[in-house]
């Protein structure tokens, strides 16, 4: 951290790997991923987009997911070592290019509308099932910044 304000001249809060290997640790283990339900994209401060696929195994300690990333962003992608499977890729920009027609963007911040986690789902998705299905698919933006929020002139699609 003082590396980063003395020689960088860059605020060590500005930028987080721990707090994404911890996100990515979670939404990659959770039953909506399982399911096949969830898309998850990296968007990094210096505007490099990563796409992450959902079978990948993310490593458990913060050391071996650094030096993960360090190899993505050497190679550009990380195949996975049986077969031809990309587990993560850099992609282009625009993030919005990669969603499907219609999709509705949610981006996560403190200073949004509050909801409790009961009532957001019913909020996002519905409640009747059929109409449900119907719907165009949810994009959620989580930011994983120790300081600082999620705006629309970084993220234009929400």
Do not use: W
């Not at 001249?9 to 039953?31: C, G």
């Not at 587990?87 to 996560?108: A, E």
């Amino acid at each position: 951290r003082e590396l980063c304000k003395r020689k960088l001249r860059v605020d060590p809060n500005s930028f987080r790997p721990d707090i994404l290997h911890q996100e990515l640790l979670a939404l990659l283990d959770s039953p909506l991923n399982k399911a096949g339900l969830l898309k998850v994209y990296i968007h990094t401060k210096t505007k490099v987009l990563i796409d992450v696929h959902s079978s990948i195994r993310i490593p458990r300690t913060y050391k071996r997911f650094a030096g993960l990333m360090v190899q993505l962003l050497h190679k550009m992608k990380i195949k996975a070592g049986n077969d031809s499977t990309t587990l993560l890729k850099v992609i282009k920009n625009p993030f919005s290019q990669h969603l499907p027609p219609g999709t509705r963007c949610y981006g996560f911040s403190c200073e949004g509308t509050l909801y409790s986690p009961i009532t957001l789902p019913k909020t996002i998705v519905g409640v009747d099932p059929e109409v449900s299905a119907n719907q165009p698919p949810t994009c959620l933006v989580v930011g994983a910044m120790s300081t600082g929020h999620i705006t629309i002139e970084d993220h234009p699609y929400i």
